[in-house]
């Protein structure tokens, strides 16, 4: 394996390893990559504007369950009685599809939010912010196998929807999505509160901020090697840092050409 050294003296291992012979950090390294990645340092903060749309999916994870416990207690007796349970699943069907709206549109937000610089956070709230999917998901495959376990148990299933008590299938129902609500209640809780912390502190992007740019080219220089890491190091940590890093680089480079052409286009056409 061959990797590259930060200078023009190196040395070779008996492994057939290239390594740098200098492993400290030059502070020249630290303001390269830093005036790269900080083209405006004056950037003002742009909050993560997704309490709205996380607030309205458990608002109606709560109306689903009202709902779900109105139809069970006072479905009319002259209507037929197998009518709140499927209306119940339609209504959960539609809660399922408004909740993938609110998915896409929670990864829009956390896609600007990489793209304004902020990595750590991103990589803090990008898999919390797909559990209440996971979990409308999963909970809408239970009242799935729910419903077929009650068509295959019982041949006349109009008959059970007369059934007295916990027999009665709406019940167990409710009891499912009241489970879910509580679920969503304190994952969304938690997300929410991150994120009212974050838009609080308003905390600069992380490529600006000086100890993070040291801390991440100390932690891909640490041990003078590119390409090779004993196991036991926080590997993975580091290339994810990486891969963040990147993909910024590349959707700023995108943002700053685009500009270069518009500013090319108006210039030309000033000229004309």
Not at 122 to 144: K, T
Not at 161 to 175: D, E, I, Q, S, T
Request: proline share 4%; aromatic share 12%; charged share 20%.
């Amino acid at each position: 394996m061959v990797s590259l050294s930060r200078d023009g003296d190196f040395n070779t291992s008996t492994g057939g390893g290239v390594f740098f012979s200098d492993t400290s950090v030059n502070d020249d390294d630290t303001q390269r990559l830093h005036q790269v990645v900080c083209g405006d340092p004056w950037r003002k903060f742009h909050p993560l504007e997704t309490i709205f749309a996380v607030s309205s999916l458990l608002i109606s994870s709560a109306s689903v369950l009202l709902v779900a416990v109105v139809l069970a207690i006072a479905w009319p007796d002259e209507l037929d009685k197998c009518g709140p349970f499927f209306i119940i699943l339609y209504i959960h069907a539609a809660f399922w599809c408004f909740t993938l709206i609110v998915d896409n549109h929670i990864k829009n937000k956390h896609h600007h939010l990489r793209i304004n610089g902020y990595l750590e956070f991103y990589r803090q709230v990008r898999d919390h912010s797909r559990i209440p999917f996971y979990v409308v998901s999963f909970w809408n495959a239970v009242l799935l196998i729910l419903s077929t376990v009650y068509h295959q148990i019982y041949e006349d299933f109009k008959q059970q929807c007369m059934a007295m008590g916990f027999n009665k299938p709406v019940y167990p129902l409710c009891v499912v999505i009241g489970s879910e609500t509580i679920i969503l209640i304190c994952v969304i809780g938690m997300y929410i509160r991150k994120v009212l912390e974050f838009n609080r502190s308003r905390p600069p992007p992380d490529v600006l901020r000086e100890e993070w740019m040291i801390s991440f080219i100390q932690d891909s220089y640490s041990g003078g090697e590119i390409g090779y890491r004993d196991p036991g190091d926080h590997i993975h940590d580091l290339l994810e840092k990486q891969a963040d890093l990147i993909r910024y680089l590349v959707d700023r480079n995108s943002k700053l050409s685009e500009k270069i052409m518009m500013l090319s286009s108006r210039l030309n056409g000033e000229r004309s």
